[in-house]
């Protein structure tokens, strides 16, 4: 089994919609928590990044951690076509490597 | 900076060919990281490096897998022989390795790999 798992998608959503992207992991370990959005033939990038549990919001964007049920997410608000891309959660314990989750593709419609 | 910079972007062989892929990365950044990404296994983890020295190699498939870091600025990924399997996207991607933003790695364009 591997250490993060996430939701395989993929989503289609119309424009405006709210949108749930999800993770569990199994390393407790872990304390840094973050999503990165790939666009098309690009490398990720870093979209959002948290610390231990709670909520963190970012304008349209909020990453969400429940480190007792080792559960994070990424909700989308006002969902816009340029929001089409691959979300992928990643994690880890300190300074290092992250582990990352297979991605989930989002497709906004106008 | 230019950021992380890969190179070819592009790289179409025959099986059985020696491969080179090349990365440059952020300067001042401590660690270095390659991947393979492929619709089926997503993103892995092959190797990474931290000040120049390979910390954790699990990730490569087999021996026909090599990577070296001779300098700070420099960092190859060799197939030698490569097969059809290894056909993916290949990334390279650089941090500061101190803890800041979760350690936000910083991912090169990719060399978009494709063996006959």
């Known amino acids: 089994q591997k250490e993060v798992e996430q939701d395989p998608g993929p989503l289609s959503v119309p424009e405006g919609a709210i949108v749930s992207l999800n993770c569990t992991y199994s390393?407790?370990?872990?304390?840094?928590f973050m999503w990165y959005r790939q666009y098309s033939r690009k490398g990720p990038e870093l979209l959002m990044y948290?610390?231990?549990?709670g909520n963190k919001e970012d304008g349209r964007f909020t990453a969400q951690v429940d480190k007792s049920s080792k559960y994070i997410s990424l909700f989308i608000r006002d969902s816009q076509p340029s929001d089409s891309a691959t979300y992928l959660c990643?994690?880890?314990?300190?300074?290092?490597?992250?582990?990352f989750g297979d991605g989930t593709t989002l497709t906004v419609k106008p | 900076d230019a950021g992380v910079i890969q190179s070819p972007r592009h790289e179409v062989t025959e099986m059985g060919q020696e491969v080179t892929l090349r990365c440059k990365p952020i300067?001042?950044?401590?660690?270095l990281f390659w991947y393979r990404q492929t619709m089926m296994r997503g993103l892995e983890l092959l190797i990474y490096?931290?000040?120049?020295?390979?910390?954790?190699d699990s990730g490569m498939p087999e021996d026909r897998f090599s990577a070296k870091m001779p300098n700070a600025s420099f960092s190859t990924l060799k197939i030698q022989p490569s097969e059809p399997r290894d056909s993916a996207v290949y990334f390279c991607?650089?941090?500061?390795?101190?803890?800041?933003?979760?350690?936000?790695?910083?991912f090169g364009p990719g060399t978009r790999l494709t063996v006959l």
């Open positions: 991607a650089s941090s500061l390795g101190r803890g800041d933003r979760g350690d936000e790695q910083f």
């Open positions: 390393n407790s370990a872990f304390q840094y």
């Open positions: 948290t610390y231990s549990s």
């Open positions: 990643a994690m880890n314990t300190n300074a290092g490597k992250s582990t």
């Open positions: 300067s001042g950044h401590d660690y």
């Open positions: 490096f931290n000040n120049n020295v390979p910390i954790d």
